[in-house]
């Protein structure tokens, strides 16, 4: 059960599609159709550099501070969207 | 032809004085005896809000070469260490290395069981762990008890001098995929650890008194030689940043004038910087030495325009981390610069061989692997090289089956194979880097399925069944060996006449 309203998912969706665009602008249709079940290694390809880059940024765009857990915990879209819905609720 | 190069190529680059400065040492311990005299006062370490001198990191090793003489440990022993990048780290590597004992780096991820096959095969009469690490211990404690298990928190009451060691004797084991990919330790003696350290300090106009920022981790030889020793060698501060994502932070606050690091780091903050419209790295810092992978010569002219020169290099776990560096990155970008000193090199059909005083001994216990390395005493790189007129080495590939993702990160395709394989419903697979659409290096998987275990699940299931299997798997995996795409075969893989998997070559 995924948590947060529908709109706040979409916000939060909108502003991490922006950031994975600039975290790797070599593959933007893959972002461009990326949904909540998309995985962030498999489907989009992103190195350990641009998790680091990606949690740099999304701390900066949400005013809120990752804990210690590797960035690499993280395997869908979807997962990243609760923890920062949760982050922001906290 | 056999090139042997001298110092005397590097001196251009500084000033006479700083370049006069520049000395050899036999050991860590002469090193670590001269840095006291000339630089007991300066401040050595920050980490973790506090700041050490280079006298109160003394202090605090010679308490710890107390633990390790109590603990019956002697001169030639092998230690075997198990901490993450913090003060401690320093602490215990000069504690260990100055009482002529060797280290033995364990990357600090490792799970318990690779610890227990690292200390055997290492010969390790002990393990220095850092306690909140001490669960990665318990293996070892169960099936070796003779192991040693010491903390880095302990203490000794009284204070043991730095003993002198020859440059022959061992210094470090440093953990390597090698040429093969087969993870194993290399025997760095004092004498390779030292001239390691020493080149670093070649090509570069600035080189003592700086502001170290240390990011890599300090298991590998770039972060531990030529960032973590070189810092103290120059008397230099080196910051110790515990979380990477803390690091623009971090630098804010420490203001540092040099960054050791990998290309995919030295992007990222260059993205950065371009998002947020200033330079992230800070006013301060001048310098970045990048390497560990392809650096993009890109990098170079891009970190121009914030005033910090960029200089690739190039190295090996093998030969003290340091072959070569660039010291003019604007006139020849593409190159990985000149070999540094007391190193012979000859190229035979594209290939470097290396031999010199920066090289290591041997792959320890592995004899297999050793005899394959070396050739008449020369040691073959498995990388592919030209040089031009000027004496700039270029790489033109890699004669390796070891994948090197641009983050720095060695992948060994047969372990990362290995863990699918383990699926009853694998049958056989294959990792390789390939290019996606857009160009980009990926990582890629192709698996042959196991027919006899697939035909035991529904048809319509089996597809699903596959996958969420493999993607387990994959999601089990560090990070660094994850896969990025993954294709299911229908048929099998092309063979060798000994029916060994024909390695694809996309890249």
């Given at each position: 059960m995924r948590i947060g309203t529908k709109e706040e998912r979409n916000e939060v969706f909108e502003a991490l599609k922006d950031i994975l665009r600039s975290a790797d602008d070599r593959n933007p249709e893959a972002v461009e159709n990326s949904t909540e079940e998309t995985?962030?290694?498999?489907?989009?390809?992103?190195?350990?550099?641009?998790?680091?880059?990606?949690?740099?940024?999304?701390?900066?765009?949400?005013?809120?501070r990752f804990d210690d857990i590797g960035v690499q915990d993280f395997g869908t879209v979807g997962d990243v969207i609760d923890y920062i819905i949760n982050k922001k609720g906290a | 032809m056999t090139v042997f190069e001298t110092r005397e190529k590097f001196r251009k680059y500084t000033t006479p004085e700083t370049f006069e400065k520049i000395v050899e040492y036999p050991s860590v311990s002469a090193m670590w005896k001269a840095c006291l005299a000339s630089y007991a006062e300066r401040e050595a370490i920050v980490d973790n809000g506090q700041t050490r001198t280079f006298e109160q990191l003394e202090h605090d090793a010679a308490s710890f070469r107390t633990v390790l003489r109590k603990a019956g440990l002697k001169k030639g022993d092998r230690v075997a260490v198990l901490i993450p990048n913090c003060y401690d780290f320093a602490k215990v590597l000069i504690a260990v290395t100055t009482s002529g004992m060797t280290a033995c780096v364990l990357p600090a991820h490792l799970d318990e069981q690779p610890v227990?096959?690292?200390?055997?095969?290492?010969?390790?009469?002990?393990?220095?762990?850092?306690?909140?690490?001490?669960?990665?211990?318990?293996?070892?404690?169960?099936?070796?008890?003779?192991?040693?298990?010491?903390?880095?928190?302990?203490?000794?009451?009284?204070?043991?001098?730095?003993?002198?060691?020859?440059?022959?004797?061992?210094?470090?084991?440093?953990?390597?995929?090698?040429?093969?990919?087969?993870?194993?330790?290399?025997?760095?003696?004092?004498?390779?650890?030292?001239?390691?350290?020493?080149?670093?300090?070649?090509?570069?106009?600035?080189?003592?008194?700086?502001?170290?920022?240390?990011?890599?981790?300090?298991?590998?030889?770039?972060?531990?030689?030529?960032?973590?020793?070189?810092?103290?060698?120059?008397?230099?501060?080196?910051?110790?940043?515990?979380?990477?994502?803390?690091?623009f932070r971090d630098i804010a606050v420490f203001r540092p004038t040099i960054l050791v690091a990998v290309p995919a780091l030295a992007e990222m903050a260059l993205a950065l910087s371009r998002k947020f419209g200033k330079n992230m790295l800070g006013d301060d810092m001048k310098t970045i030495i990048?390497?560990?992978?392809?650096?993009?010569?890109?990098?170079?002219?891009?970190?121009?325009?914030?005033?910090?020169?960029?200089?690739?290099?190039?190295?090996?776990t093998e030969s003290a981390n340091l072959v070569s560096g660039n010291p003019e990155p604007d006139e020849k970008p593409d190159s990985v610069g000149i070999p540094y000193p007391h190193q012979e090199f000859r190229i035979e059909n594209g290939e470097l061989w290396l031999k010199g005083a920066n090289m290591f001994d041997c792959y320890l216990n592995d004899p297999e692997e050793n005899e394959n390395a070396f050739e008449d005493g020369w040691f073959r790189t498995?990388?592919?090289?030209?040089?031009?007129?000027?004496?700039?080495?270029?790489?033109?590939?890699r004669i390796k089956e070891i994948i090197v993702l641009p983050s720095g990160e060695n992948i060994s395709p047969a372990?990362?194979?290995?863990?699918?394989?383990?699926?009853?419903?694998?049958?056989?697979?294959?990792?390789?880097?390939?290019?996606?659409?857009?160009?980009?290096?990926?990582l890629a998987l192709e698996v042959v399925p196991r027919m006899s275990e697939l035909a035991r699940i529904a048809p319509e299931a089996q597809g699903k069944a596959l996958s969420e299997a493999l993607d387990r798997v994959n999601r089990s995996l560090p990070s660094f060996q994850r896969v990025n795409k993954i294709t299911v075969r229908d048929s099998d893989f092309a063979r060798t006449p000994s029916m060994k998997i024909v390695r694809y070559h996309k890249v």
């Open positions: 995985n962030l290694v498999t489907d989009l390809g992103l190195s350990s550099v641009s998790m680091l880059y990606l949690v740099i940024v999304m701390e900066d765009t949400f005013g809120i | 227990f096959g690292c200390c055997m095969k290492f010969g390790a009469k002990a393990l220095v762990y850092e306690p909140a690490l001490e669960s990665k211990t318990a293996f070892a404690a169960a099936h070796k008890p003779d192991l040693v298990l010491l903390p880095s928190s302990a203490a000794g009451a009284v204070l043991t001098p730095a003993c002198d060691a020859d440059a022959k004797d061992g210094c470090l084991v440093m953990f390597t995929g090698g040429t093969t990919g087969k993870s194993k330790g290399a025997l760095l003696s004092n004498g390779a650890v030292m001239q390691g350290v020493t080149n670093g300090c070649y090509g570069t106009a600035e080189v003592f008194g700086q502001r170290y920022l240390l990011i890599l981790p300090l298991s590998h030889v770039f972060g531990l030689i030529r960032n973590l020793l070189s810092s103290l060698y120059t008397g230099s501060t080196l910051y110790i940043c515990r979380n990477n994502k803390d690091m990048c390497g560990a992978a392809a650096v993009p010569p890109y990098l170079i002219s891009a970190y121009k325009t914030y005033g910090i020169t960029l200089f690739p290099g190039y190295g090996l498995g990388d592919l090289v030209r040089l031009d007129e000027d004496g700039f080495l270029y790489i033109t590939g372990e990362v194979e290995a863990k699918f394989n383990e699926l009853p419903l694998v049958q056989d697979s294959q990792v390789f880097e390939d290019l996606d659409a857009d160009g980009k290096h990926i």
